[in-house]
């Protein structure tokens, strides 16, 4: 993909995953270039009493910081951030983050359209959704939020995906851009 | 799929609530508010956010409906189990050594975590002289809140955080069962006050030895998060504790420095 005009401060990366995902953001956190400079945003339906093992595991993995996002923590380029169990995660307009504990959304939270639409609206035409392996429909409305604000959305080939439901239900109702295999996603983020 | 409620719109929304009804919105975080305003919109099938406005502008029953469905009401009893396992363990004993003790809820909501922690006073034998201020900006909630009354479908999970943060009696014996609803004991309830307060607009109200306000910060900005941990501060007596949500911090604050974390959950003690 060529480079736009936008600065990468004003691009963010959205990645939204369930069922038989976790495998899949493993290998990207792994092979995502440290020198990346834009921020990502990783969001795993995940139990809502799960510790903070997880954002621990994925920083054992990741050449890049990891952060489970904190309340109002500014979104700071280069920096990968989990979504904490139990909170939806917002973005907001002047780059930072804010939680919501409202009703779960697709019977999740986090739910992963709650940040796409909200990062969307935020980062406009620098938003990048990816939606990988997952046995619901949660971020297919998300991605098309970004894709209405002029934002790449790109999913996990849904052959290659443990769970399938998910990206292909993203390829049924939308136009995705991008069906990436597992092995050219980190190379895809690092290209933008 | 575009909102219909944009920046714009949002923001005349809220002028409107202030000017008209004199709740101030204006400094809570944006993008979730927006989310609940386009929220109400669908729930209420509005053909038009001109009719939502109107709607707004000219019923106050509607505008008091607003206001609570834009606010966040979720809640549950006992939720962070070791959260409560904290107050059982660190706080409570400290608080067991005061001749009378006073709590504020702030933003209690359904009332959920009140009556948890009236369950834990109790078992610590501190409920007789313990006094709960529970405040919240929506009438509504506070009524549901006195009395006592939830879902029994949601007993199971509530029993096994209570399991989960140190609880040693049988659950079920703090409430009696009735077709789909559990009712709570009186005396849990004899113990509180129920009251609106908005932290927004109005001041401090009394001293306090705990102040318990969870996952109520994370809807505000951060300069009004400021503003509140100041009110906070004004209410709460020297050595008393602040309680906050396991996603939120007075760390970065105005008052930080005169409080410090003495646990490993989110509580901190005024300590100057």
């Known amino acids: 993909m060529a480079k736009d005009s936008l600065r990468d401060e004003e691009k963010l990366v959205v990645i939204g995953g369930s069922a038989g995902s976790l495998p899949v953001i493993m290998f990207i956190l792994q092979h995502l270039k440290p020198t990346l400079r834009i921020p990502v945003v990783v969001v795993l339906h995940r139990k809502s009493d799960s510790d903070s093992s997880l954002s621990t595991l994925m920083a054992h993995r990741a050449k890049l910081v990891v952060k489970e996002a904190d309340d109002k923590d500014p979104i700071i380029p280069g920096m990968i951030y989990l979504a904490p169990p139990d909170y939806h995660l917002l973005v907001e307009r002047d780059k930072h983050f804010s939680l919501d504990d409202s009703e779960k959304i697709n019977y999740s939270r986090p739910s992963i359209d709650v940040t796409f639409e909200s990062a969307a609206e935020a980062y406009g035409k620098g938003t990048v959704g990816i939606l990988l392996s997952g046995a619901n429909a949660d971020g297919v409305d998300g991605l098309q939020v970004i894709q209405e604000h002029g934002g790449i959305i790109a999913v996990q080939d849904p052959s290659s995906a443990q769970v399938p439901y998910m990206p292909q239900a993203a390829v049924n109702q939308l136009k995705v851009e991008r069906i990436l295999g597992i092995q050219d996603i980190p190379g895809f983020i690092d290209s933008l | ?272």
Request: hydrophobic share 40%.
């Open chain 2, 1 to 272: 799929m575009d909102n219909a409620i944009g920046e714009q719109e949002m923001a005349l929304l809220l002028s409107d609530l202030l000017e008209l009804y004199g709740y101030d919105f204006t400094d809570y975080a944006k993008a979730s508010l927006k989310r609940r305003l386009n929220r109400l919109f669908t729930l209420d099938r509005f053909p038009s956010f001109a009719e939502l406005r109107y709607q707004v502008r000219n019923d106050a029953e509607y505008a008091r409906r607003c206001v609570e469905q834009i606010t966040v009401n979720v809640t549950e009893m006992f939720r962070d189990p070791a959260f409560y396992h904290a107050l059982r363990t660190e706080v409570l004993p400290v608080l067991a050594t005061y001749p009378f003790i006073r709590i504020w809820h702030a933003g209690c909501s359904t009332g959920e975590e009140v009556y948890s922690m009236a369950i834990l006073l109790k078992e610590a034998n501190l409920l007789h002289k313990s006094l709960l201020y529970a405040t919240d900006i929506n009438t509504q909630v506070l009524q549901k809140a006195a009395t006592g009354i939830f879902p029994l479908s949601q007993m199971k999970q509530y029993s096994e955080n209570y399991i989960a943060s140190g609880g040693k009696e049988d659950f079920s014996s703090y409430y009696t069962a009735s077709y789909n609803s559990a009712k709570f004991d009186e005396e849990l309830s004899r113990r509180m006050v129920f009251s609106t307060h908005n932290l927004v607009s109005e001041s401090s109200f009394n001293q306090f030895q705990l102040i318990m306000c969870r996952n109520v910060l994370i809807y505000f900005e951060k300069e009004l998060q400021g503003r509140v941990f100041a009110l906070f501060d004004e209410s709460l007596e020297k050595l008393g504790y602040l309680a906050v949500g396991s996603k939120e911090t007075i760390k970065f604050s105005p008052i930080a420095n005169r409080y410090r974390q003495e646990s490993k959950e989110k509580i901190w003690r005024k300590i100057h």
